[in-house]
């Protein structure tokens, strides 16, 4: 048996013409879509980048416990399962989050790996005779240059894209050629998993100009300066800079649709789907000026961010291929998948369920589904209706529990570390206590509002436009929360803090 993972990042399902979009161009996806299963009701799990791949690996939530980090010695990692059982794991990857702190133990579960570098602001290249180009749309980037990271990470950018004068020498052309010639190398071989893990379509949204043909305007050359790159941050913007920005990610979102293509190709070529499941999802969407803000972290989790794409092809089940899925579904699920696949067992801490369970039983994986950021909204949705559960006293300490304390970027500092202590094990840290260390400041970055707690209806307001209020509702889905928190071992002091 072979798999194949195709892995975008903030891939907006809202954009893509299988999910309904008409103004997009994503031919390679409306294909994919008739060879596999989409599924209509994936959400995230653990926010955002790190912490779903964790749940990647580990087919367990993590976002009350920790926030962004590594995986943990006490981890089970799929790959890492599938290596040790004589199964090769390669990954190809341009996401350079995990050549940082908070990620420098992921790819090496893999058997293999390579890494592509250059993408965002990846300290890849230097060339200190360049002037950084400061000019932008967004009235917020001449405040945000003041701060080291975000000017290092921009000057790095553009010192990138400037050794990048060919669609070839750009981050995706060369993460999916590597990928495409694993494939031709090892086609006629059994027993492999590739994940080609695109960062794109991840702001910045620079693509070369033929993926732009169609989307150009309303803004253009001087006008446009900056616009692939929108800060974390509520919309100012006019109208004109929002449809430029989306117009940008429609670009760039139409060369991964081409990319997509080409592996779809080679599934064509080698005959792969007699024999090769093939995934295709993302780790979460992103805000391009819906409800008044740019991201994805320092906002509530709104469905352009939680409500994901995914499609999966398992050729144990040909006729689900052109079907739509409704079970809900989570990043969680795909470990137990990927492992039931390769027919190795189940590790007792993952919390995920086998996909094969919704082609075989036509299953219900789960009543319901929770997802968040650590610190921030708890947030359930039974696929009718969806509760953002803020803390309800947000001044109540939370923790960082674990034994690699490093932020994204960078070690947790000392002056953190004095106030850390030993926790007593969780039930999935298998007898081992933890760090227990404070957190300081805002549960996600960019934000001083309040969180608030909120109720939507999204099977009739999928685009969450009006908040409703019904006690009834609220107190059943704070039941599934706490039911959850139990199921998870969540730490004692989240039950107060959220009012649980």
Known sequence: ???IMVMFDSLNRHMLESYGCDWTNTP???????????FENCYVGSMPCMPARRELHTGRPNFLHRSWGPLEPFDDSMPEILKNAGICTHLVSDHQHYWEDGGGTYHTRYSSWECIRGQEGDPWKENLCMTPDKRSVFASKEQAWKIPLFKAMNTHDQVNRSCMCEERLTPQAMTFKNGLEFIDVNYE????????EEFDPHEPFFCEQK??????????GEDALGSDWPPYMPVRESEKVIQTVRNNYAALLKKCDTYLGMVLDKMDEYHLWS???LIVCTDHGFLLGEHGWWGKTAMPCYNEIAHTPLYVWDPRFPEWAGKKAE???QMMDFAPTILEFFGQPIPKDMMGKPIRNVFEKGERLHEYVVFGFHGAEIIVTDGKYLFMNAPEHPEDPYFEYTLMPTHMRARFCAEELKSMELAEAFSFTKGLKTLKIRCRGSAVGGSNEPMQSRLFDIEEDPEQLTEIRDDEI???????IREYMIAVDAPEELYHRYGI
């Open 211 to 220: 993926y732009k043909e169609g989307f150009e305007g309303p803004l253009h």
């Open 327 to 329: 079970p809900l579904v």
């Open 275 to 277: 024999d090769t499941m």
């Open 28 to 38: 390679g996806f409306v294909r994919l879509a008739e060879h596999s299963t989409q």
């Open 189 to 196: 071989a059994d027993n492999w998993f590739l994940q080609i």
């Open 1 to 3: 048996m072979k798999a």
């Open 474 to 480: 609220i107190a059943k889905m704070k039941g599934h």
